[in-house]
């Protein structure tokens, strides 16, 4: 049985199916290749601008009550989200409704009308102020760790942009920004569920067959990091009552061998309660409720991060916990019971995210868009070849000062910044 299903159109678009003929519903989402990566600092945020605009009414459909109204017609619940490649558009349907969903989601790609950017302007700018303190600095550490990782570059940019470039970005701007991205080659749609694949060609081709337009500019590569880099460090001032903590490795691009050594990685240290940050930090030392490793990879670069929120007082030997755990996996080979427990753990999820059909389209779908489509076997494959001995090449790769990046936001004191800067700057010496 095929994990999936392609197809491409005569104008380009591409179309994945994933028939999931035990469930009940389907999903289907438009993966667009456009995000932060593709824009400039004077229209930082455009590409998320856009696609609030396309929930404003289209020419089948002119307000956003009526679109609205039409999803939920056919047991939809559209919604979309914007990073720094791509946008996706997504939404639950009824099986047999795809037809009717496919004639929604062209409308919105296709026709948009551009109306309520004031309103729509005013709302990203409450989004944009989530990130803000009292005195207008940033205090997301997703955003202060990306400025690090790629200064000069879009990617150093927040997605939802700044106050200043969403203030300018203009109806002009939009409908250019839409022209240049959102064109049938730059598209994938992706169909998951209790449906057919000549069910759901017949109804995307019925749709999206007239759609043409043109091939988007390309993108700026990222920064290539300079030699010899020490750990860096960004403090931000905040009146809550506990810090926020990042400590951000950058990685290579998706494309690279150590994709699936890293994956792993973040597994052994942030799965469960028995992973190792979350048994060291607060099931051993109770320094913090949770605390998350993340990896993030783009196609050149990306970023392996550890999240954690403590009391003031539990910031130094925080951090130096932290920098503990992920330096004793650069110095030991992890100990085959606790590599194959994870390595299980993955295989279930594995086959856990057959039962959803979010999944699947995000997988296959933005897969297909990225160059990056993985079948749920050859993910199966891969992880059951990792050893013990490349895992501890990639930490050694991975856990380097040089990749090193540390955002802190909250009521912080010089005293322990000092002391954490010098455990930074011992970090892996010798």
Not at 277 to 288: A, K, P, W
Not at 389 to 415: I, M, S, T
Request: glycine content about 8%; hydrophobic content about 40%.
């Amino acid at each position: 049985m095929n994990e999936y299903f392609k197809d491409t159109l005569a104008n380009g678009l591409r179309l994945i199916t994933i028939e999931m003929p035990h469930l009940h519903s389907a999903e289907m989402a438009c993966h667009i290749e456009v995000g932060g990566q593709d824009e400039t600092a004077e229209l930082a945020g455009i590409s998320h601008f856009l696609e609030h605009i396309l929930f404003r009414g289209t020419q089948s459909h002119p307000t956003s009550f009526q679109l609205e109204r039409a999803f939920e017609a056919i047991g939809g619940a559209v919604n979309a989200s914007t990073d720094a490649e791509s946008t996706c558009y997504h939404s639950r349907l009824h099986p047999r409704h795809i037809g009717e969903g496919a004639a929604l989601f062209a409308s919105m790609l296709q026709t948009p009308l551009f109306l309520d950017v004031a309103v729509e302007r005013r709302i990203i700018l409450e989004e944009a102020l989530e990130d803000l303190n009292e005195q207008g600095e940033e205090i997301s550490t997703d955003n202060l760790t990306s400025r690090l990782l790629w200064p000069g570059h879009p990617l150093a940019l927040p997605t939802v942009g700044t106050a200043e470039s969403i203030g300018r970005i203009s109806e002009a701007d939009l409908r250019r920004h839409h022209k240049t991205y959102y064109s049938p080659a730059n598209t994938v749609i992706a169909v998951a569920g209790n449906v057919r694949r000549g069910d759901v060609l017949a109804a995307v081709e019925k749709a999206f067959c007239g759609w043409q337009g043109t091939t988007p500019p390309p993108r700026l590569a990222p920064p290539s990091p300079p030699e010899d880099v020490r750990p860096e460090s960004v403090w931000v001032k905040d009146s809550d009552s506990q810090l926020a903590i990042q400590l951000a490795f950058r990685t290579p691009g998706r494309g690279h061998g150590s994709t699936m050594p890293l994956r792993v990685l973040r597994w052994i240290l942030s799965w469960g309660g028995a992973s190792r940050l979350m048994l060291r930090l607060r099931e051993e030392l109770g320094l913090t409720y949770n605390v998350e490793a993340n990896l993030s990879m783009l196609a050149d670069c990306g970023c392996f991060t550890v999240d954690l929120s403590v009391a003031p007082e539990n910031l130094v030997c925080s951090i130096e916990e932290v920098l503990k755990v992920v330096g004793e996996l650069c110095c030991s080979e992890v100990p085959e019971e606790e590599l194959t427990g994870v390595i299980r753990a993955y295989l279930f999820d594995l086959e856990f995210n057959c039962d959803h059909t979010e999944a699947m389209v995000s997988r296959y779908g933005w897969g297909e868009l990225a160059g990056y489509l993985r079948t749920i076997e050859a993910d199966r494959r891969d992880v059951t070849a990792i050893t013990a001995g490349r895992l501890l090449q990639a930490a050694r790769e991975l856990f380097d000062p040089a990749n090193l990046k540390v955002a802190v936001v909250g009521p912080w004191r010089p005293a322990e910044r000092t002391l954490v800067e010098k455990l930074l700057a011992d970090f892996r010496r010798g």
